[in-house]
């Protein structure tokens, strides 16, 4: 039984929804998302919630049950609230400019790193080392975030790189000299 398929999605006010087949069209003040259901799962809006139903209770049909509801459900807090997620850049001569809508690193490469904002997201900076990713798809603003920590991930020596905001690293010790 999947827990999470179960539990009806709100609808917050002013989003709209649409169920074509398998099509759900979720439309918002932020934009306008469409998530595709797998073959045996369906979904139906009823007094202003989504439930989302599969047709037995085969393994597959429950984990796809789970994950069409989890998919609607980010769809639905993405056309009305959004994500975003905020990164740190540490370390000296680190730093990050926005340029247009694309950010421009300097990492200690011998050039500097050009990220191009993909179409539905927004970079923010504040100040030089602190910088923010915006968007209504919670897979593509993660898969950016995560590109670009991947651009210089913290040395656990001695702390430089990007993190998220908020993140521990663990800090090893250097090997001792005589």
Do not use: C
Request: charged share 25%.
């Amino acid at each position: 039984m999947s827990r999470i398929g179960l539990a009806p999605i709100a609808v917050p006010s002013g989003v709209e929804i649409k169920i074509n087949g398998s099509e759900v069209e979720v439309k918002g003040s932020k934009g306008t998302q469409t998530v595709v259901l797998p073959e045996p799962i369906t979904a139906a809006v009823e007094d202003g919630e989504i439930k989302v139903a599969r047709p037995d209770e085969n393994r597959k049909n429950r984990a796809l049950h789970g994950l069409s509801r989890s998919l609607i459900n980010n769809a639905v807090v993405g056309v009305s609230e959004g994500y975003t997620i905020k990164m740190e850049i540490f370390g000296v001569g680190y730093r990050v400019q926005l340029k247009g809508k694309n950010l421009e690193f300097a990492l200690g490469y011998s050039h500097p790193v050009l990220i191009e904002a993909p179409e539905g997201i927004t970079f923010a900076v504040d100040g030089a080392t602190k910088l923010s990713v915006s968007g209504i798809n919670k897979q593509q603003v993660g898969q950016i975030a995560a590109n670009i920590r991947r651009l210089r991930k913290d040395d656990p020596y001695k702390g430089k790189g990007i993190r998220y905001d908020g993140e521990q690293i663990r800090r090893k010790v250097g090997k001792t000299g005589k």
